[in-house]
């Protein structure tokens, strides 16, 4: 399949861009602004926000099928500028929708865990949504957006964790960065979450897009746990102090976006429809620490690195 992805420098994107070439699948990809000159696959930048841009990117990449990972993901850059927002989280999803409606292409749309308020947790896919911030908000109109214009594509509610190109997006990349120095870090006792390696919901991801399946699903973790029982076990499995890891409430951390609680998602739909459970988010952590020990983290980031800077290298190492 000729899969286009966009947000391909982003945390999921480029963790799904791997996995769907390790597949066998041909990728294209689509970036901000990034350029990823190693990519062992074609890559453009666009702003997708701009209509002529995205016009130009899809006749570039004429995609058999979509996975739109790209976003404005930060919360707090969220509610400093709702109108990017609204552009990027809501507008663009339903114009790639649109686009992919009219051509018959499929196309799944990544949403978020943080639709719902976070008040009762266990959230099925039937239970009425409530954003809290300006991120969440706009993620919904996504959503709807998306459905609307393209009965036919998969919007997954998703929650993650993985190595990223920079090696510093991910919450468990930020505990990784501090205990390996022996630094101590706060984890939240009263936030839950039920997170899946990047690499685990990519492959679902493209499970669901082979499978045909349409609507909204919630891919997460069929088991979730605190930030703070999160940060420990990854600890332990890489053999740092988890005494590091100071319990904490998130009323404490003076953040700019409101959080909810408990984003304790069901993922038994998803389950039920692909036929298998789940991985979990123990099951990520250990694969998690297989990649960093592997050369993964490496082999990802080489993807920032042109080879003809990497021949100049070695040319001058010699
Ligand atoms: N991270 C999480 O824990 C989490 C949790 C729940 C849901 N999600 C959802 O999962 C998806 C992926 O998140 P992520 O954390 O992987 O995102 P990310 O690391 O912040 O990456 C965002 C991607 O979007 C691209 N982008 C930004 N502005 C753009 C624009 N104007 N036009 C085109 N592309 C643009 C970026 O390109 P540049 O690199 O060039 O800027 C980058 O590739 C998002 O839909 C997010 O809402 C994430």
């Known amino acids: 399949m000729n899969l286009l992805i966009t947000g391909v420098s982003g945390l999921l994107g480029a963790n799904l861009a791997w996995e769907a070439l390790r597949a066998g699948h041909a990728v294209r990809g689509l970036t901000g602004h990034r350029d990823l000159p190693g990519a062992p696959f074609p890559v453009r930048a666009a702003d997708l926000t701009d209509p002529a841009a ?25 509610e400093r500028d709702p109108d990017q927002a609204h552009r990027l989280n809501a507008w663009v999803p339903g114009a790639i929708a649109r686009r992919a409606a009219q051509e018959g292409v499929p196309l799944v749309h990544i949403s978020t865990d943080a639709v719902f308020d976070g008040q009762r947790g266990d959230y099925t896919e039937d239970d009425p949504p409530n954003p809290l911030s300006v991120y969440a908000r706009t993620k919904l109109e996504g959503e709807r957006a998306v459905l609307d214009a393209h009965p036919q594509a998969v919007v997954a509610r998703v ?20 205990l390996r120095f022996g630094q101590t870090v706060r984890g939240f006792t009263d936030v839950f979450f039920c997170p899946l390696l990047a690499n685990h919901l990519a ?44 319990p904490a409430s998130v009323d404490e951390a003076g953040l700019t976006a409101p959080r909810a609680r408990r984003l304790t998602l069901r993922s038994d739909k998803l389950a039920h429809a692909l036929g298998h459970p789940l991985p979990d988010w123990q099951a990520g952590i250990v694969e998690f620490h297989r990649q960093y020990t592997t050369g993964y983290t490496e082999a990802l980031r080489s993807w920032l690195i042109s080879p003809l800077e990497d021949a100049r290298y070695d040319y001058c190492a010699i």
């Open 54 to 78: 995205l016009d130009a990117a899809w006749a570039w990449a004429r995609p058999d099928a979509v996975i739109h990972t790209a976003a404005l993901a930060d919360l707090d850059a969220c």
């Open 159 to 178: 929650n993650f964790f993985g190595w990223s190109l920079s090696g510093t997006r991910s919450l468990a990349e930020w505990f990784f960065n501090n």
């Open 203 to 246: 492959r679902l991801l493209l499970e669901m897009l082979e499978r045909g399946l349409h609507g909204l699903y919630h891919a997460t973790s069929p088991r979730c746990l605190s930030k703070y029982a999160f940060g420990v076990a990854l600890a332990e499995q890489f053999g740092y102090d988890p005494g590091l890891i100071r």
